[in-house]
């Protein structure tokens, strides 16, 4: 996975996790870039390869965001932007892009399937970024499950329901769940040694709150969508 900072000046702020789907483009969510009405500035983000900590790994530059157009600020449906990488990463051992969904898993709900979310976000509500890079396996909960529990807080800040688009995963009984900062970070399944990313990082209600699982972009739901986009062939 991919660590994404917002560059000030010298100074590199640490802004969301991402993932390589090559060596050209990085898959993230679109609420790390796409604050306001303002056209998203590709120049201002940097993000680091092959990383433990934030600092270290390899760094590069972000030629263009490409945010989903569907995607309103404020609101969580359409989660998802694609960066181009300036140049082209070096791949390794260490750094390899991710497999995207094969077609057999669109319509999938993959419920109950364990399911692996990594980054650098707190470690707990309202805590701090963690210093290393952190993973936590859970289960994939089921939409219709899932959308009975958003849909009973009448907050506004979260969608009216859960959506095809969308995919949840956690624990009943809560404990285990990615938090602020983990945001665009992957969501993968591994099946016989291949790492598929079927979500991305995007909302919960807190951190690992019982009966609220996190809730991520469902990447099959968008394969036309990333093709459209990038240089990659469905
Ligand atoms: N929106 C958050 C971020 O910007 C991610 C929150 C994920 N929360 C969760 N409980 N799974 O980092």
Sequence with gaps: MVGISQNFGFSERFLCGGTLISSRYVISAAHCFKTSNKPVSSSVYTFRVGSHTLKDGTKYDVEDVIVHERYQPSQNYHDIAVLKVKGEVSLNDKVKPVCLPKPSFVGQDFKGREVTVTGWGDTFYGGTRSKVLQQVSIPVVSNKECNNSY????????????????????????????????????????????????????????????????????????????AANTDLGE
Excluded: M
């Excluded at 907050?155 to 859960?162: D, E, G, R, V």
């Excluded at 995963?169 to 945001?183: F, I, N, T």
């Excluded at 099946?191 to 079927?198: C, F, I």
């Design 151 to 226: 849909s009973k807080l009448a907050l506004s800040k979260y969608p009216q329901s859960i959506t095809r688009g969308q995919i949840c995963a956690g624990l009943s009984e809560g404990d285990k769940d990615a938090c602020q900062g983990d945001s665009g970070g992957p969501l993968v399944l591994e099946e016989s040694g291949r790492w598929t990313l079927v979500g991305i990082v995007s909302f919960g209600l807190n951190c690992a709150e019982p009966g609220y699982p996190g809730v991520y972009t469902r990447v099959s739901h968008y394969i036309r969508w990333i």
